[in-house]
Nanobody
Framework: QVQLVESGGGLVQAGGSLRLSCAASGRAFRSYTYSMGWFRQAPGKEREFVAAISWSSGSPYYADSVKGRFTISRDNAKNTVYLQMNSLKPEDTAVYFC???????????????????WGQGTQVTVSS
């Protein structure tokens, strides 16, 4: 099993920044063989893909809505993945979930079903 714990959420004004962290653990987890991703879910909406980083190439993938504003990165030594969020907008308000997958990715066409393990989520609220 893989355990994921997110942190770093909070309340920020529009235009501000936040950095989310996701710490992975578990006997089955090896950071260099797991791709990591971030999804978000706003009230009344479905969970949507935000960003991912493939374990094989290290290439990042982003949803169009966050491209140029968000950056995903990983520290394999710490088994941690980060989501740096800049120029935040009120529409970025959501619960953000970290996810892990044993698959390598080659595009940003990613869905919840592509990921096997999930964290509990962390709330991000952007005020206008």
């Amino acid at each position: 099993q893989v355990q994921l714990v997110e942190s770093g959420g909070g309340l920020v004004q529009a235009g501000g920044s936040l950095r989310l962290s996701c710490a992975a653990s578990g006997r089955a987890f090896r950071s260099y063989t797991y791709s990591m991703g971030w999804f978000r879910q706003a009230p009344g909406k479905e969970r949507e893909f935000v960003a991912a980083i493939s374990w094989s190439s290290g290439s990042p993938y982003y949803a169009d809505s966050v491209k140029g504003r968000f950056t995903i990165s990983r520290d394999n030594a710490k088994n941690t993945v980060y989501l740096q969020m800049n120029s935040l907008k009120p529409e970025d308000t959501a619960v953000y979930f970290c996810a892990a997958s044993p698959r390598a990715f080659g595009s940003s066409d990613l869905r919840e079903s592509d990921f096997a393990s999930w964290g509990q989520g962390t709330q991000v609220t952007v005020s206008s």
